[in-house]
């Protein structure tokens, strides 16, 4: 029976069954902090070949039971989540959705909705709410202050506010979107941010070699760049490949940073420094509205170098005169972001206080460090023009931008996955690090903010 209000503190008799499909990273996160707020009726289940080994992970877990299939979760549960790749929501809630408890509130936690809308809509009873979720985080990130999208579709408000309270205990802020809105959304954030990240790993990965031991300064930008992109690899290929293939605005958002990575190098290559500025600063004033003859070297809103020189990923190199090396780059990953958010008509500032992801904030923040100042701005055009040393790096990325791109419009799951995994494995050795300096880089940046 579901009630508008509850609390794990309700007797059990009286508190809901919640049910969660799907047992991978998402699924025990919520898993995690469900039981951990005292909740005490949670059936769990995942493939039915992970039966005894899940038996075992949360055996004396309290308030989790552990079912051998979707369909024995379904049956007795008054909230249902599906939490599993999104490629799959279709064929798994045609298996389990058939088995959907009488009056329960169902809802899914894949990246792009589209598909789980239909999903449900076509596979589930008439007799079932539909409410579905998004946690704008990973799974190693604390969900407190995090955006936690609600998506009342088939439901009554009774209902919402039954998910708002099961949910109270994530401490997370709950944005209300339609399914429409969220697609729209999430790929303005998510689309181009990851696909300038898996770029920047493709290119480091082509190269064989680590930037940060490259006796190439890694600090300040280079910090967040580093430490993103291992975040971003050190995750399930398939959350990237979902939410870019399967996300109708993704895929014309992809093909615009790879068209811009790639313009911008043309003129970088025919050294014309003018064109290039021009084109740069058309774009600054676009996304951050300063005009070019100001000087705009106002604070940024929330990173200062300060902040981003704390994680420094395999300590700073020294240059042989024993002095930090401090060079600048063309930072073509980000000139790209800057004018590709600009041809999209794309304000990302508009989405920090709505639904950003922790990547993005950070992403943002230090494209706005780089464009907020002129100097640092004119420093890395000089570089794009005038210094051939960056060229193959480059080369490189625009390269990768151009192969991820082609690879989201083929909509290639197998092809993403050993584009992914090819490059994640050249890393990978450095992904528990960067798991923990990541996390206190998250942090340290949203505490600067506030
Ligand atoms: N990771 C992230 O950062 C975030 C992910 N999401 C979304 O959440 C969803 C889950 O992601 P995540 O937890 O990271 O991925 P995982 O791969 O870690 O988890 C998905 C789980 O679902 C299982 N599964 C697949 N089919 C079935 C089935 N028929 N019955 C039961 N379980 C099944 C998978 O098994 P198997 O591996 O054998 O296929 C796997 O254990 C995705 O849609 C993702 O886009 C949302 C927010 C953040
Ligand atoms: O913050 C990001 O963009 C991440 O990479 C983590 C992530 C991945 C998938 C989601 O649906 C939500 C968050």
């Known amino acids: ?25 998402m699924g025990s996160m919520y898993a995690k902090h469900l039981s951990d707020a005292g909740w005490k009726k949670i059936s769990v289940c995942d493939r039915p070949e992970k039966f005894e080994s899940l038996k075992e992970a949360y055996n004396g877990v309290p308030g989790i039971t552990v079912h051998s299939d979707g369909h024995a979760v379904s049956r007795i549960s008054d909230f249902i989540m599906y939490s599993v790749e999104a490629e799959y929501i279709d064929k798994v809630v045609a298996q389990y959705g058939p088995s959907t408890k009488i009056g329960a509130v169902v809802s899914g936690q894949t990246s792009v909705k589209a598909p789980e809308k239909e999903a449900f809509e076509k596979h589930l009873p008439p007799d079932v709410s539909i409410i579905s979720l998004h946690s704008l985080h990973g799974p190693t990130v604390s969900p407190v202050g995090q955006p936690l999208v609600l998506i009342q579709h088939r439901a009554s408000d009774e209902c919402l506010h039954f998910v708002e309270s099961l949910l109270r205990c994530f401490q997370s802020r709950y944005v209300y979107l339609t399914y429409e809105d969220h697609d729209l959304v999430t790929a303005n954030v998510q689309a181009v941010t990851h696909a300038a990240f898996l770029t920047m790993g493709t290119a480091w990965a082509a190269r064989r070699s680590y930037p940060w031991e490259q006796n190439q300064y890694v600090g300040g930008i280079e910090t967040v760049k580093v430490n993103i992109m291992l975040r971003i690899y050190a995750n399930k290929w398939h959350v990237y490949a979902g939410l870019a293939i399967l996300n109708p605005s993704a895929k014309v958002q992809i093909d615009t940073y790879s068209s811009s990575a790639t313009e911008l190098f043309k003129l970088m290559l025919a050294g014309d420094a003018e064109g290039l500025r021009k084109r740069v600063y ?12 100001e000087q705009g070297n106002a604070t940024p809103i929330f990173l200062t170098e300060d902040v981003l020189d704390r994680f420094t990923i395999g300590g700073r190199p020294a240059s042989p005169s024993g002095t930090s090396v401090t060079n600048t780059n063309s930072h073509l990953s980000l000139l790209a972001m800057v004018d590709c958010w600009a041809r999209l008509s794309i304000q990302p500032l508009d989405h920090l206080q709505l639904a950003a992801t922790p990547v993005f904030r950070m992403w943002i923040g230090v494209a706005e460090y780089l464009f907020r100042s002129t100097k640092r701005l ?26 991820w791109s082609q690879c989201v419009a083929f909509g290639d799951f197998q092809l993403y996955k050993e584009r992914f995994e090819k490059t994640a494995s050249f890393f990978e050795s450095r992904f528990e690090e960067a798991n923990k300096i990541g996390g206190a880089m998250i942090k340290a940046i949203l505490e600067s903010k506030q």
Do not use: C, W
Not at 1 to 25: C, F, H, K, W, Y
Not at 282 to 293: L, M, P, S, Y
């Open 378 to 403: 004119d420093a890395a055009l000089h570089t794009a023009v005038h210094e051939v040393t960056y060229r193959s790096d480059d080369l490189e990325f625009v390269v990768g931008a151009r192969g």
């Open 282 to 293: 058309n774009a600054r004033e676009k996304v951050f509205g300063i005009r070019a003859d």
């Open 1 to 25: 029976m579901i009630r508008a209000n509850v609390s794990p503190s309700d007797p059990i008799e009286q508190q809901p069954t919640i049910g969660l499909i799907g047992m991978g990273a």
